[in-house]
């Protein structure tokens, strides 16, 4: 069965650095989709990036992008220039051939100001 | 502005009441999802709606009822829950249903729910 392991469950980093959260996964196929969500305090679940299997480049939103290990089935965020409204937990999520999202357990993202 | 919107955003409720959790998108997509979000553990999809359809029951317990009239509305009915069902109900939606996993799902804000 195919599964997330986000092994950070909290983080920090101060204003303004950067950080990387770690997500790895474990499946049998080839083909699939890798999701970063962010829920911040006000519950809302928020899509960050995502990335399909079949492309070696990583995919890149403003100060967010990721670092897409196919081989090592590893799919790192890395946040740019932390802000103080990074704050919130973020969530890696896999999904294959079907609509069925499989989540991670979450990392608690905290911003020193 | 999500387009996914949730109502009530908080309940309480006795184990004896009758609540709906009501969710409506304004993206024109055709599925929409139930989710619960308990602490500390990951997300459980409940529900999967495609045009207007159910399509997925994730072994739910009878005492939520699912309720789709059309694309834009999903709601989620609650009758005799008990306290271990208090969490985070979450909607989303997406274009379709997606077979190839191309979708992306787009989630409104949530209903933080306590059963006493």
């Known amino acids: 069965a195919q599964t997330v392991t986000q092994s950070q469950p909290e983080m920090s980093v101060q204003e303004a650095e950067t950080v990387t959260l770690s997500c790895t996964y474990d499946t049998s196929e080839s083909d699939y989709y890798l999701f970063w969500y962010k829920q911040p305090p006000s519950r809302q679940m928020i899509l960050v990036i995502r990335q399909e299997a079949y492309k070696q480049q990583n995919a890149t939103e403003n100060r967010f992008s990721v670092n897409f290990q196919k081989a090592a089935k590893s799919f790192s965020l890395k946040i740019s220039d932390s802000q103080l409204g990074d704050a919130a937990m973020y969530f890696c999520?896999?999904?294959?051939?079907?609509?069925?999202?499989?989540w991670g357990a979450g990392t608690k993202l905290i911003i020193k100001p | 502005e999500t387009g996914v919107t949730q109502t009530p955003r908080h309940l309480v409720m006795g184990m004896t009441n009758k609540k709906s959790l009501k969710c409506e998108q304004h993206l024109g997509h055709n599925a929409m999802y139930w989710y619960k979000q308990s602490a500390k553990k990951p997300l459980e999809l409940m529900f999967v709606y495609n045009f207007k359809e159910q399509t997925e029951n994730n072994s739910v317990p009878s005492r939520f009822s699912p309720e789709c009239p059309n694309s834009s509305h999903l709601f989620l009915h609650l009758h005799t829950l008990q306290p271990e069902d208090s969490a985070l109900y979450l909607c989303a939606s997406s274009q379709d249903v997606d077979r190839q996993g191309r979708e992306t799902q787009y989630f409104g804000p949530g209903t933080r729910l306590l059963v006493l």
């Open positions: 999520a896999y999904k294959e051939s079907n609509y069925q999202l499989i």
